[in-house]
């Protein structure tokens, strides 16, 4: 059966650092991958998509990486902020079918 | 991007009761779907309801307890029936970006059952 697989123990950072979060999946061949961030209390806030044809991808402060060789992509937040804590959560996506989250790994960003 | 309201945002009621919760979205959209939060956990797809059709539930869900409603492109609800603790969760209702299938959440809805 497909499974996401991220750390689910919480990153813990201090401020200025990267941290980079780990998304694993198999039995999938998504044609994209989305990252989420989601605070307590709401609802999950798209960051980024990745296609399977790119290898990487930068929004601001956030890189993403897409290695469907070894079926994984990494999320990295540069010069991290105290206020960049939150659950991040990956979501690949074959074609044609749902969106499917991993179990999310929460960041706490110390000053 | 779409702006996706919830009511209730919270609710607490008694075991055997039934909750509605509904979405409303403020553009119009075909499909609009429905995830569950469990406390500590991630998100898991309840159903997908489209404008005029059933909606499609995953394994796992029925309609019987979850009976969904899309009467027009912009709204949806959701029931939760015949509730009993285990449906404590947060409840969350999504849409697809009209690009390249980013999804918009609701604020979500958060249950107790007593």
């Known amino acids: 059966s497909q499974k996401i697989e991220q750390n689910s123990e919480a990153l813990n950072i201090q401020e200025g650092k990267t941290a980079t979060l780990t998304c694993n999946y198999t039995n999938y061949s998504p044609a994209y991958l989305q990252w989420y961030r989601q605070d307590p209390g709401r609802g999950p806030v798209f960051l980024l998509l990745?296609?399977?044809?790119?290898k990487e991808k930068r929004k601001e402060r956030l890189k993403v990486t897409f290695d469907t060789t070894l079926k994984q992509s990494l999320f990295h937040i540069t010069a991290s902020q105290p206020a960049d804590s939150a659950t991040y959560l990956c979501?690949?996506?074959?074609?044609?079918?749902?969106?499917?989250f991993g179990g999310g790994t929460r960041v706490l960003v110390k000053p | 991007s779409a702006v996706i309201s919830q009511k209730p945002s919270r609710d607490i009621c008694q075991r055997g009761t039934s909750l509605t919760i509904q979405c409303q979205v403020d553009?119009?959209?075909?499909?609009m779907f429905w995830y569950r939060q469990q406390p500590g956990q991630s998100l898991t797809l309840i159903a997908t309801a489209n404008q005029g059709s059933e909606a499609t539930y995953e394994s796992g869900f029925v309609i019987d307890k979850f009976p969904i409603s899309r009467p027009n492109l912009t709204f949806s609800t959701l029931t939760v029936s015949n509730m009993s603790p285990e449906d404590s969760s947060i409840y969350l209702c999504?849409?697809?970006?009209?690009?390249?299938?980013?999804?918009?959440f609701g604020p979500g809805t958060r249950l107790t059952v007593l």
């Open positions: 979501a690949p996506k074959a074609a044609g079918n749902k969106l499917t």
């Open positions: 990745i296609r399977e044809n790119e």
């Open positions: 553009s119009q959209v075909t499909m």
């Open positions: 999504s849409v697809e970006g009209s690009r390249s299938g980013e999804q918009f």
